[in-house]
């Protein structure tokens, strides 16, 4: 079952089927309750979630309001890249907003080996890389909900 999940996540489908093989050398099926975190901020980031089934809240804290949350992340998406970077350590918090099935990644010897074999490394930045631009192409989009006033001659151009 691990071996298919891994085949057809839209994430993993155009790694090598040595990548993935690698892949499911450091992968566990996890069940995640309701409330439960996954992530929490400034703890070692050291794994990424592949969600299954269900949904997770991206949120930031912020003491004098409590958690934010700014993103919701879903089926056949993805939780956690700051195990690429050092210091690796969790930006954010990430909490189970219903039952959740994922595949857990075991970041830290997946690392070791995107190290000694740079082709791995290659195809996983690619495919991180990806969901890095629409994560922040949904922030900016967030951002200019909240806060941006549209100019009426760029309305008139036809410019979002």
């Known amino acids: 079952m691990l071996k298919d999940i891994l085949a057809t996540h839209p994430l993993l489908r155009k790694l090598s089927p040595d990548t993935r093989s690698l892949l499911h050398d450091c992968a566990i099926e996890v069940s995640i309750k309701k409330d439960e975190y996954l992530l929490k901020t400034g703890e070692n980031a050291d794994r990424f979630y592949l969600v299954q089934h269900g949904s997770v809240a991206l949120q930031i804290y912020d003491p004098r309001i409590g958690s934010i949350e700014f993103m919701t992340v879903q089926e056949n998406d993805v939780v956690g890249w700051s195990w690429m970077f050092p210091p690796c350590r969790w930006h954010f918090d990430a909490m189970a907003k219903e039952d959740v099935s994922a595949v857990q990644v075991d970041g830290v010897q ?39 006033e549209r100019n009426p001659e760029e309305t008139e151009r036809g410019t979002p």
Do not use: H
């Not at 994560?135 to 909900?145: E, I, K, Y």
């Open 110 to 148: 997946l690392l070791l080996r995107c190290e000694t074999d740079y082709r791995i490394g290659y195809q996983l930045m690619s495919c991180f890389s990806q969901i890095m631009m629409e994560r922040l192409v949904a922030a900016r989009l967030q951002m200019l909900d909240l806060y941006g």
